[in-house]
């Protein structure tokens, strides 16, 4: 059975979707985590903010460097030319 290669919108698509509820789980552990280490609420809280909004940030960088990086290369025309290593005649 042959697996069926992913496109570079569908990667992009799947890194968007998989951002926000990582940045969410992310939050609530540190949160948890810090309450469990007897912190006070609102220190466990600021914790758990912090965590969502890097992790958020940093889900978002990479989708903004996977778009211009990997889909622009991937959609981008090819020359016969370039394809065959020859230069343009003229």
């Known amino acids: 059975m042959e697996v069926p290669r992913s496109t570079p919108g569908s990667l ?3 890194w968007r979707a998989v951002g926000h509820p990582a940045a969410v789980t992310l939050g609530g552990a540190v949160a948890q985590l810090s309450l469990l280490a007897d912190t006070p609420v609102h220190v466990a809280s600021l914790r758990g903010g912090i965590a969502w909004a ?3 940030v940093a889900t978002s960088v990479g989708a ?3 778009d211009r ?5 991937e959609s981008a025309p090819v020359e016969p030319d370039e394809e065959a290593g020859e230069a343009p005649a003229g």
């Open 64 to 66: 903004w460097l996977l």
């Open 12 to 14: 992009l698509a799947a």
């Open 54 to 56: 890097a992790t958020l």
């Open 69 to 73: 990086t990997y889909v622009a290369r």
